[in-house]
Protein backbone atom coordinates (compact mmCIF):
# COMPACT_ATOMS: atom_id res chain seq x y z
CA UNK A 1 0.00 0.00 0.00
CA UNK A 2 2.06 2.85 -1.41
CA UNK A 3 -0.22 5.90 -0.35
CA UNK A 4 -1.20 4.26 3.17
CA UNK A 5 0.00 5.49 6.38
CA UNK A 6 3.61 4.55 6.47
CA UNK A 7 4.21 6.53 3.80
CA UNK A 8 2.10 9.70 4.56
CA UNK A 9 3.94 12.85 3.21
CA UNK A 10 4.67 14.15 7.06
CA UNK A 11 6.11 10.75 8.09
CA UNK A 12 8.39 10.68 5.31
CA UNK A 13 9.22 14.63 6.02
CA UNK A 14 9.66 13.79 9.59
CA UNK A 15 12.11 10.75 8.49
CA UNK A 16 13.97 12.97 6.29
CA UNK A 17 14.71 15.70 8.90
CA UNK A 18 15.67 12.89 11.45
CA UNK A 19 18.09 10.98 8.90
CA UNK A 20 19.76 14.58 7.72
CA UNK A 21 20.37 15.29 11.59
CA UNK A 22 21.67 11.46 11.91
CA UNK A 23 23.86 12.44 9.22
CA UNK A 24 25.25 15.16 10.27
CA UNK A 25 25.67 13.66 13.92
CA UNK A 26 27.72 11.45 12.46
CA UNK A 27 29.95 13.66 10.90
CA UNK A 28 30.22 15.71 13.89
CA UNK A 29 32.08 12.60 15.97
CA UNK A 30 34.64 12.13 12.40
CA UNK A 31 35.08 15.86 12.60
CA UNK A 32 34.32 18.38 15.41
CA UNK A 33 34.66 21.30 13.15
CA UNK A 34 32.89 20.91 9.98
CA UNK A 35 33.86 22.39 6.23
CA UNK A 36 31.67 22.43 3.46
CA UNK A 37 31.62 23.58 -0.11
CA UNK A 38 28.61 24.83 -1.84
CA UNK A 39 28.65 25.57 -5.84
CA UNK A 40 26.76 28.11 -7.66
CA UNK A 41 27.17 26.68 -11.32
CA UNK A 42 25.67 29.22 -12.95
CA UNK A 43 24.92 28.85 -17.08
CA UNK A 44 25.70 31.93 -18.90
CA UNK A 45 23.79 30.65 -22.07
CA UNK A 46 20.46 30.45 -20.55
CA UNK A 47 20.71 32.61 -17.60
CA UNK A 48 20.16 29.56 -15.16
CA UNK A 49 21.68 27.83 -12.38
CA UNK A 50 21.95 24.42 -10.83
CA UNK A 51 20.16 23.29 -7.88
CA UNK A 52 19.52 19.65 -6.25
CA UNK A 53 17.11 18.58 -4.18
CA UNK A 54 18.38 16.20 -1.27
CA UNK A 55 16.03 13.01 -0.34
CA UNK A 56 17.14 13.67 3.23
CA UNK A 57 16.38 17.12 3.89
CA UNK A 58 14.00 19.49 2.64
CA UNK A 59 14.02 22.22 0.09
CA UNK A 60 16.06 22.94 -3.52
CA UNK A 61 19.65 24.09 -3.05
CA UNK A 62 23.04 23.97 -4.29
CA UNK A 63 25.05 21.32 -4.48
CA UNK A 64 27.72 20.72 -2.40
CA UNK A 65 28.56 18.97 0.71
CA UNK A 66 31.13 17.99 3.17
CA UNK A 67 34.99 18.38 2.65
CA UNK A 68 36.46 14.99 3.59
CA UNK A 69 40.44 14.65 5.01
CA UNK A 70 42.86 15.02 2.93
CA UNK A 71 40.56 17.06 0.40
CA UNK A 72 41.05 20.69 -0.61
CA UNK A 73 38.06 22.79 -0.92
CA UNK A 74 38.39 22.94 -4.87
CA UNK A 75 39.12 19.02 -4.75
CA UNK A 76 35.50 18.46 -2.34
CA UNK A 77 33.61 21.17 -4.73
CA UNK A 78 34.35 19.01 -7.84
CA UNK A 79 33.91 15.75 -6.57
CA UNK A 80 30.33 17.06 -4.93
CA UNK A 81 29.41 18.39 -7.94
CA UNK A 82 30.24 15.07 -10.26
CA UNK A 83 28.21 13.00 -7.10
CA UNK A 84 25.15 15.04 -7.43
CA UNK A 85 24.84 16.60 -10.71
CA UNK A 86 27.32 14.95 -13.16
CA UNK A 87 28.95 17.95 -13.70
CA UNK A 88 32.57 18.44 -14.03
CA UNK A 89 34.56 21.99 -13.80
CA UNK A 90 35.89 22.99 -17.31
CA UNK A 91 38.27 25.95 -15.29
CA UNK A 92 38.62 26.74 -11.59
CA UNK A 93 35.48 27.83 -9.19
CA UNK A 94 36.31 31.33 -8.18
CA UNK A 95 35.46 31.40 -4.39
CA UNK A 96 32.90 34.45 -3.36
CA UNK A 97 32.68 33.73 0.01
CA UNK A 98 33.00 31.82 3.07
CA UNK A 99 29.83 31.19 6.02
CA UNK A 100 29.75 29.79 9.38
CA UNK A 101 26.07 27.80 9.09
CA UNK A 102 25.22 28.12 12.50
CA UNK A 103 22.01 25.94 11.70
CA UNK A 104 24.28 22.96 11.29
CA UNK A 105 26.48 23.45 14.34
CA UNK A 106 28.35 26.32 15.54
CA UNK A 107 31.39 24.87 14.22
CA UNK A 108 29.80 24.50 10.39
CA UNK A 109 31.81 26.69 7.56
CA UNK A 110 30.65 26.73 4.31
CA UNK A 111 33.04 27.64 1.11
CA UNK A 112 30.84 29.68 -1.35
CA UNK A 113 32.13 29.02 -5.07
CA UNK A 114 31.07 30.24 -8.54
CA UNK A 115 31.37 28.05 -11.39
CA UNK A 116 30.77 29.68 -15.00
CA UNK A 117 32.94 27.01 -16.56
CA UNK A 118 31.92 23.46 -16.43
CA UNK A 119 30.42 20.70 -18.64
CA UNK A 120 27.49 18.22 -17.77
CA UNK A 121 27.38 15.76 -20.42
CA UNK A 122 24.28 13.42 -18.66
CA UNK A 123 21.34 15.00 -16.73
CA UNK A 124 21.46 14.03 -13.28
CA UNK A 125 19.13 11.30 -12.77
CA UNK A 126 17.31 10.54 -9.45
CA UNK A 127 19.15 8.09 -6.81
CA UNK A 128 19.36 7.35 -3.09
CA UNK A 129 20.63 11.03 -2.23
CA UNK A 130 19.55 12.81 -5.08
CA UNK A 131 15.33 13.13 -5.51
CA UNK A 132 15.64 15.66 -8.11
CA UNK A 133 18.38 18.28 -9.82
CA UNK A 134 18.33 21.03 -12.82
CA UNK A 135 18.83 23.80 -14.36
CA UNK A 136 16.13 26.30 -13.51
CA UNK A 137 16.23 30.46 -14.93
CA UNK A 138 17.32 32.90 -12.99
CA UNK A 139 13.67 34.14 -12.82
CA UNK A 140 11.89 30.87 -12.16
CA UNK A 141 13.46 29.54 -9.36
CA UNK A 142 11.50 26.30 -8.04
CA UNK A 143 8.92 26.56 -5.22
CA UNK A 144 10.81 25.69 -1.86
CA UNK A 145 14.46 27.24 -2.79
CA UNK A 146 16.22 27.69 0.36
CA UNK A 147 17.00 30.87 2.08
CA UNK A 148 20.04 30.55 1.86
CA UNK A 149 20.26 29.66 -1.35
CA UNK A 150 18.49 32.45 -2.40
CA UNK A 151 20.56 34.22 -0.37
CA UNK A 152 23.73 33.14 -2.48
CA UNK A 153 21.95 34.15 -5.66
CA UNK A 154 20.95 37.08 -4.61
CA UNK A 155 24.93 37.65 -3.26
CA UNK A 156 26.40 37.08 -6.94
CA UNK A 157 23.85 38.61 -9.00
CA UNK A 158 21.98 41.43 -7.75
CA UNK A 159 24.51 42.33 -5.84
CA UNK A 160 23.76 42.43 -2.16
CA UNK A 161 26.26 42.56 0.31
CA UNK A 162 27.79 38.58 1.55
CA UNK A 163 26.50 37.36 4.60
CA UNK A 164 28.73 36.37 7.03
CA UNK A 165 26.14 33.38 8.01
CA UNK A 166 24.91 30.84 5.89
Known amino acids: MVNGPAHSPLRQSLWSRLRGRLFHAYFLFRRPMTLGVRGLVHDTA ?4 FLIRHTYVPGW ?10 ETFVE ?3 RELEE ?8 PPILRSIH ?5 TKRDHV ?4 IEAF ?8 DHEIAAAGFFPLDALPEGTTPATRRRIAEVFEGVAASPYW
Open 119 to 126: RQDTPKQP
Open 84 to 91: EGNIALAA
Open 76 to 78: SLA
Open 61 to 70: QLPGGGVEVG
Open 111 to 114: GFYL
Open 100 to 104: LNKQA
Open 46 to 49: TNSV
